[in-house]
C-alpha cells in the first residue's frame, strides 16, 4: 500500500501535495519530458486499480460463503468470517480511497480512517489467528491421507474374510457332500469329485497303501482312468515329508506320485500333496481322541491346471488340509459301519447255529431220557425175578455151599439193583427234574435220628460217635427233610464205613460269612438273609484218611483211588465214587432207603460239600454247607401240617372218642360209633383196619364207613373227628367235608374233619383248604404222630403245624 | 430147640426181612399196635392183606387178559394193592405198583403184564417170608417163650 504515503491531510495537504507533486512532475519533466503520463492518467490508472481491487475484495467472501454453504463440512467458518471481515474491510479502505483522489471532506477522510483502522484490527486478529489455523488445515489433509490408506487396508482385509467364507462354504458343502453316505468308494471318490470342483483343479488323485503297507496304489483319480495300477512304495522321502506333517506341503510336480500324466509339451501346474489318515476302530478309546499315532495314511494329490499362472493360495491350502480331516473322520465311520454289520451278521449266524444246537442236545437229552427209563424198567424187571428167586431158592434146602452162593447172588443183585435206581435218578438229577420236597422240619430231631440209626453200626464197629449242635441252629427250619437225611445219613455212614476204630464227631452250626468263604468252594457265595440261613455240618472221623492228591477226584465220576481198592470196605473204587456222589447205602440195613444223590442234593439245597484230610491213616473231615430257610416269616402255606417227630407227646389215651372210618369199597366193616370218626375214603380193608388198630390202640372208639353217603348218614354230632383219606383220584372227598360244614355249622357243633394224604403238593394243600378242613396228615401215620394228632385236635380243635 | 435160640432166629429173620427191603416201619407200627387187648392183631391185618391182595392179583390178571383193556379198572386195583401194602409194610409189592400205575398211564398193556408178573413175584416173595416169620412166632410161643420186640 503505497498510497499513505502520498496522502496528505486534506485541505492544507492537497494544497502541498499539489505544490509537491508539480515540483516532482517540474522536476522530473526536467528529466523526463514528454514521456511522463500526466497526473490525471496515473490517477485514473490508481483510481481503477483501486476500484478492481475493492471489487475482488468484495467478491472473495461472496465466492467464500457461497461455496462455503454449499458445502455442508467445514469446521472452520469462524476463521471464514474472520476472514471475509479482513477482505471486506480492505475492499472498503480501497473504495474509500476512490474519494480520496481529489479533494475530499473530512467525513471522507474520517470514514477512510475507521476503515482502515478496523482492517488493521482485524488483519492483525487474522494474521494470529492463521498460525493456529494453517496447521490444522494441513493436517485435515494429513488424515485425509492416513484415511485413505486405512480404507485400502479395510478393503483389502474384506477381500480376505470374503474369501475365508467362501473356503468355510466350501468346506461345509464338502464334508457334507461326504459324510452323507457311509460307503467308502463313494467317500473318496465324492471329495475327489468336489475337492476339483471347488478348487478347479486339473487332477486330483488319492493313493492308498496296499495290504502289505510297503505300497501306496494308485486308487482314485479325478479325470484320468488308469487302467493299470500304479504303485510307488511307501519308502519315498517326498512321501515321509507329507506323512510326516499334517499340512498341505508343496510337492514337485515330476515327483512319483503326481507324474500321472504323460510328459508332455505343458508347464505342470502347481501341486500340493496332504496325508489322510486311515483311522481304525481300535483308535477310537473311551476316553482319548483317536490318536494318529496310527501308521496308515493314504496320500492326496492335488494339482493345478496346467499352463495357467494360478498358484495356490493359503486358503486353498486350509481348505485341503480341512477336507484331508474330514475324510479321515468319514472312512472311519465307514469302517466302523462295516466292522460292526460284519459282527452283526456274524453273531446272527452264531445264533442260528447255537439254536440248532441247542435243539439237538434237546433232542438227543430227551431221547437219552427216554433209553434210560426204557432201559432202567427193562434192566430192573429181570433184576428183581433174579432177586426174587434167589431168594426163595434161599429158603429151599440148600447145602452149606450153596447156600453161600446164593446169599452172594443175591448180595451182588441186591448192589445192582441199587446202582440201576442210581442211574436213573442221577439222569434225572442231571437234568434238573428231580425237585426238593419242601417242607418244615425239626432239625435237631432230624439230626437225633440221624444218630440214632448210627449208633447200632457204630457200637459194633466199637466206634464213638458224638454230636454237637450249636445253641443258635434255629429248632424248626424249612427245607427237604428226606433229602437233607439222605445226605447226613450218608456222610456219616461213610465217616462210620471207612473208621475201623477210634470216633464219629458230628457238629452243626450256623455258617457265619467268614466260613462260608471257604477258598475251595469260591462259587458259594452265600448271603444268609432274614429267611435262610447256611446250615454247616462237619463230621470228622478217626479212619482211613484220604490222599490230599486224591481229594479233587473224589466227587467226579468213576475214579478208583488206590488206598480204596486196597482196602476191604467192601465197595470198588467205583461204589465209593457212586457213593460220595449218589450215596449208596450199602451198609445201612435198617433204614432201606435207596437212592442217595447227597452231593446233587447239597447242589441242590444252594449249598456245597468238601472233604479235608491230613492224609493217609490220619481221618478226614466232610464239611457240607446247604441253605435251609427260617420259618415263620410267612413263607409257608397256612395249612397246618402235622411233625412227624413232635418234641414232646403225651401219653395220652382217647377214652370213649367215637370214631368213624370210611371206605370206599362198600364192604363196610363193622360201624361202632364213637367220637372220633375216621373217614377213610379210598383206603381198602387193610389199611382201614390198620387205621382202625391204630385208633383203637390209643384208646378210641371207630366208626368205620363205607362210603360217602354212608358217611353222610352215619355222622352225628357225637363224633368228634372224622377221618378222610383224600389221596384217591378222581373221588371228590372234598364233598363230605362241605356238606358237614354245612350240616353242622358253626365250630363248636360239629366234627373236627382231617384229610390223610400221602403227598404235600400245592393242589392238595389249596383243596383241603378250600373246603376248610381243620387238618391235613401226612400218611403214613405213625402211632406217635396220630396221637400228637389227636391230643392237638382235642386241645385246640386245630391241628397247627407244630 | 430151645427158646433162647428160637428167638435169636426170629430176631435174625426180622432184621434180615427189613434189610433186604421186604418190610419196611410200617410193619414195626403194626406190631406196636399189637397188644392185650388186641393179641393177634398183626396176624389179622396180614391174613386180610393176603386175602386182599391175592384177590386184586386176579382181578388184575383178569383185567388185562381182556381184550380191550380197562386201563382205569387196572389202575385203580393197582392204587389199592399199593394202598393195602403200605398200610402193612410190604414194601416191595409197594414199590412195583409206581412203575405199574405208570404204565397203566400210558395204557401200554405188555408193560402192565410185566409189571405184574413182578408184583406177583414180590408178593409170593413177601407172603412166604411172612408166613415162616408167624410159624417162628408160634414155635417161639409153644416153647414158652415171649417173642421179641425188633425195632
Not at chain 2, 410159624?135 to 409153644?142: G, T
Amino acid at each position: 500500500m503505497v498510497e499513505a504515503t502520498t496522502r496528505s491531510p486534506p485541505s492544507e495537504p492537497s494544497m502541498h501535495f499539489r505544490h509537491q507533486l508539480s515540483s516532482i512532475v517540474d522536476s522530473c519533466n526536467c528529466i523526463i519530458d514528454l514521456q511522463l503520463p500526466a497526473d490525471d492518467l496515473l490517477m485514473k490508472y490508481q483510481y481503477i486499480s483501486d476500484f478492481f481491487i475493492a471489487l475482488a475484495y468484495f467478491s472473495i467472501p461472496v465466492e467464500l460463503i457461497y461455496f462455503v454453504k454449499k458445502s455442508a463440512v467445514f469446521p472452520y467458518r469462524w476463521v471464514l468470517v474472520q476472514f471475509g471481515a479482513f477482505i471486506v474491510l480492505c475492499g472498503a479502505t480501497h473504495l474509500i480511497n476512490l474519494w480520496t483522489f481529489n479533494m475530499h471532506t473530512r467525513n471522507v477522510a474520517l470514514v477512510m480512517t475507521t476503515a482502515k483502522v478496523l482492517t488493521a484490527l482485524v488483519s492483525c486478529i487474522t494474521a494470529l489467528m492463521l498460525v493456529h489455523i494453517i496447521p490444522d488445515l494441513l493436517s485435515v489433509k494429513t488424515r485425509e491421507l492416513f484415511l485413505k490408506k486405512k480404507a485400502a487396508q479395510l478393503d483389502r482385509e474384506m477381500g480376505i474374510i470374503r474369501t475365508q467364507e467362501e473356503t468355510g462354504r466350501h468346506v461345509r458343502m464338502l464334508t457334507h457332500e461326504i459324510r452323507s453316505t457311509l460307503d467308502r468308494h463313494t467317500i473318496l471318490k465324492t471329495t475327489l469329485v468336489e475337492l476339483g470342483r471347488t478348487l478347479a483343479l486339473e487332477e486330483c488323485a488319492l493313493w492308498m497303501p496296499t495290504r502289505t503297507g510297503l505300497e501306496l496304489q494308485l486308487s482314485y483319480t479325478l479325470r484320468h482312468q488308469n487302467p493299470v495300477a500304479l504303485t510307488v512304495p511307501i519308502q519315498l522321502p517326498i512321501i515321509n515329508q507329507v506323512f510326516g506333517t499334517n499340512r498341505v506341503v508343496k510337492i514337485s510336480p515330476n515327483s512319483p506320485v503326481a507324474r500321472l500324466r504323460p510328459a508332455g509339451k505343458y508347464m505342470p501346474g502347481e501341486v500340493v500333496a496332504v496325508r489322510v489318515p486311515l483311522l481304525h476302530l481300535s483308535n477310537f478309546q473311551i476316553n482319548d481322541w483317536p490318536e494318529l499315532s496310527t501308521k496308515r495314511y493314504a496320500l492326496m494329490v492335488l494339482m493345478l491346471p496346467s499352463d495357467s499362472a494360478r498358484q495356490w493360495h493359503v486358503h486353498e491350502l486350509e481348505l485341503v488340509e480341512v477336507v484331508a480331516d474330514q475324510v479321515a473322520v468319514a472312512l472311519s465311520h465307514a469302517a466302523i459301519l462295516e466292522e460292526s454289520m460284519r459282527a452283526r451278521d456274524l453273531l446272527m449266524e452264531q445264533n442260528v447255529a447255537l439254536d440248532l444246537a441247542r435243539r439237538e442236545a434237546e433232542m438227543a437229552v430227551r431221547a437219552r431220557n427216554d433209553f434210560l427209563a426204557v432201559m432202567n424198567h427193562e434192566m430192573r424187571t429181570p433184576m428183581h425175578a433174579i432177586i426174587a428167586l434167589s431168594s426163595l431158592l434161599q429158603e429151599t434146602d440148600l447145602t452149606l455151599e450153596q447156600r453161600l452162593m446164593v446169599e452172594t447172588i443175591l448180595k451182588s443183585s441186591n448192589l445192582l439193583a441199587t446202582l440201576i435206581n442210581d442211574v436213573l435218578d442221577l439222569s434225572r438229577l442231571e437234568d434238573g427234574s428231580l425237585p426238593l420236597d419242601i417242607d418244615t422240619f425239626n432239625l435237631p430231631a432230624l439230626f437225633r435220628e440221624v444218630l440214632n440209626l448210627i449208633k447200632p453200626i457204630a457200637s459194633v464197629k466199637k466206634l464213638f460217635v458224638t454230636l454237637s449242635l450249636s445253641s443258635d441252629l434255629p429248632e424248626y427250619v424249612i427245607g427237604d427233610e428226606k433229602r437233607l437225611m439222605q445226605i447226613l445219613l450218608n456222610v456219616v455212614g461213610n465217616a462210620v464205613k471207612f473208621s475201623k476204630e477210634g470216633s464219629v464227631s458230628i457238629s452243626a452250626f450256623v455258617a457265619k460269612s467268614d466260613s462260608l468263604r471257604d477258598p475251595r468252594a469260591p462259587e458259594v457265595f452265600a448271603v444268609p438273609s432274614e429267611n435262610y440261613f447256611y446250615l454247616r455240618v462237619q463230621v470228622k472221623d478217626t479212619g482211613i484218611g484220604i490222599n490230599p492228591q486224591d481229594i479233587p477226584n473224589l466227587f467226579s465220576k468213576f475214579t478208583q483211588t488206590q488206598a480204596l481198592a486196597t482196602t476191604n470196605s467192601g465197595g470198588t473204587g467205583l461204589g465209593l465214587a457212586i457213593c460220595m456222589r449218589y450215596g449208596v447205602s450199602q451198609f445201612l440195613g435198617v433204614l432201606s432207603v435207596c437212592d442217595f444223590h447227597f452231593a446233587m442234593f447239597v447242589n441242590l439245597m444252594e449249598g456245597h460239600i468238601w472233604i479235608e484230610s491230613e492224609g493217609l491213616g490220619k481221618g478226614s473231615t466232610a464239611i457240607f454247607i446247604i441253605r435251609l430257610g427260617i420259618p415263620g416269616r410267612a413263607n409257608e402255606s397256612k395249612l397246618p401240617f402235622v411233625a412227624k417227630l413232635p418234641a414232646n407227646h403225651m401219653q395220652m389215651t382217647f377214652q370213649g372218642l367215637k370214631v368213624l372210618v370210611m371206605d370206599d369199597n362198600g364192604s363196610g366193616l363193622a360201624v361202632v360209633y364213637a367220637l372220633v370218626w375216621l373217614v377213610n375214603d379210598l383206603l381198602i380193608r387193610v389199611s382201614r383196619m390198620v387205621t382202625k388198630g391204630l385208633l383203637t390202640h390209643l384208646g378210641c372208639d371207630v366208626t368205620t364207613v363205607g362210603s360217602r353217603d354212608e358217611c353222610l348218614r352215619v355222622v352225628t354230632q357225637e363224633h368228634k373227628v372224622v377221618f378222610m383219606d383224600v389221596s384217591m383220584p378222581g373221588i371228590d372227598c372234598y364233598e363230605v367235608a362241605v356238606v358237614i360244614h354245612e350240616r353242622f355249622g358253626k365250630r363248636h357243633g360239629r366234627p373236627l374233619i382231617v384229610a390223610l394224604t400221602g403227598n404235600t403238593d400245592r393242589v392238595t394243600k389249596e383243596n383241603c383248604m378250600r373246603v376248610g378242613m381243620d387238618g391235613v396228615i401226612l400218611k403214613p401215620v405213625s402211632v406217635d404222630k396220630m396221637r400228637s394228632v389227636l391230643s392237638e385236635l382235642l386241645e385246640h380243635e386245630v391241628v397247627l403245624e407244630s | 430147640m430151645e427158646v433162647g435160640q428160637l428167638q435169636r432166629s426170629f430176631v435174625e429173620y426180622m432184621t434180615s426181612l427189613f434189610r433186604e427191603g421186604f418190610l419196611d416201619a410200617q410193619f414195626s407200627q403194626l406190631q406196636q399196635l399189637q397188644d392185650d387187648s388186641n393179641p393177634d392183631f398183626v396176624v389179622e391185618v396180614v391174613s386180610l392183606f393176603f386175602e386182599d391182595s391175592e384177590r386184586l392179583l386176579n382181578d388184575l390178571t383178569m383185567a388185562l387178559d381182556q381184550p380191550n383193556v380197562d386201563f382205569k379198572q387196572v389202575d385203580a386195583h393197582v392204587h389199592q394193592l399199593k394202598g393195602s401194602s403200605s398200610s402193612v409194610g410190604a414194601q416191595r409189592v409197594k414199590n412195583c405198583c409206581v412203575p405199574f400205575r405208570n404204565c397203566c398211564e400210558e395204557q401200554n398193556t405188555e408193560a402192565c403184564l410185566r409189571c405184574l408178573q413182578q408184583i406177583k413175584q414180590e408178593y409170593l416173595l413177601v407172603k412166604n417170608k411172612l408166613q415162616t416169620l408167624f410159624e417162628l412166632e408160634q414155635q417161639i410161643v409153644a416153647a414158652g417163650g415171649a417173642i421179641p420186640m425188633v425195632q
